[in-house]
T-cell receptor, first 110, second 115 residues
Framework: GENVEQHPSTLSVQEGDSAVIKCTYS??????FPWYKQELGKRPQLIID?????GEKKDQRIAVTLNKTAKHFSLHITETQPEDSAVYFC?????????FGAGTRLTVKP | GAVVSQHPSRVICKSGTSVKIECRSL??????MFWYRQFPKQSLMLMAT?????????EQGVEKDKFLINHASLTLSTLTVTSAHPEDSSFYIC???????????FGPGTRLTVL
């Protein structure tokens, strides 16, 4: 089955700096890659996603890149703000099967 | 976006009792719903995939007789934790997928504490 690895597990940045989180996946058939943000005790919220026919997608301060050949994808957050502090999960999906990475705890220091 | 509700949000029960958690898609029909368990500071672990009108598909290591799943309609799936034990204490989250789409929308979660 699909295996998703996510790095780093924790990331601390200064407000205004950029943050990058990287994930790799094992199954080349995976075709949908969402990123979720989860605040403590709350539900994961979809922040951006990318499908396998696209190499990059951007939404304001958030961007995701996908390298299908290398089977890795990354989340980029620019101009970070304290409210970006949360746990971020990547996922890789084939049809009904979605597997999550272990998560990255991002702390943005004011 | 699509809205998924979950009830109850918190439940405390005694060891040996059963607990039912409901997951509802409020503004769309969800042919497929998913149940996850999340331990503190860990990732979401898929427990089972629930398809409307058919038996759920359980992940390896998840006991189907202990975690009963019923997906009786296109907007409701239930998870019953039978004979709960303290090690079943966790955050249980459901999600629902819009038919034909990839994204999943998550419920707010249920924090189960078994004494």
């Amino acid at each position: 089955g699909e295996n998703v690895e996510q790095h780093p597990s924790t990331l601390s940045v200064q407000e205004g700096d950029s943050a990058v989180i990287k994930c790799t996946y094992s199954d080349s058939a995976s075709n949908y890659f969402p990123w979720y943000k989860q605040e403590l005790g709350k539900r994961p919220q979809l922040i951006i996603d990318i499908r396998s026919n696209v190499g990059e997608k951007k939404d304001q301060r958030i961007a995701v890149t996908l390298n299908k050949t290398a089977k890795h994808f990354s989340l980029h957050i620019t101009e970070t703000q304290p409210e970006d502090s949360a746990v971020y999960f990547c996922a890789a999906s084939i049809s009904n099967d979605m597997r999550f990475g272990a998560g990255t705890r991002l702390t943005v220091k004011p | 976006g699509a809205v998924v509700s979950q009830h109850p949000s918190r439940v405390i029960c005694k060891s040996g009792t059963s607990v039912k958690i409901e997951c509802r898609s409020l503004d769309f029909q969800a042919t497929t719903m998913f149940w996850y368990r999340q331990f503190p500071k860990q990732s979401l672990m898929l427990m089972a995939t629930s398809n409307e009108g058919s038996k759920a598909t359980y992940e390896q290591g998840v006991e189907k007789d202990k975690f009963l799943i019923n997906h009786a309609s296109l907007t409701l799936s239930t998870l019953t934790v039978t004979s709960a034990h303290p090690e079943d204490s966790s955050f249980y989250i459901c999600s629902a997928r819009v038919a034909g789409a990839g994204e999943q929308f998550f419920g707010p979660g249920t924090r189960l504490t078994v004494l």
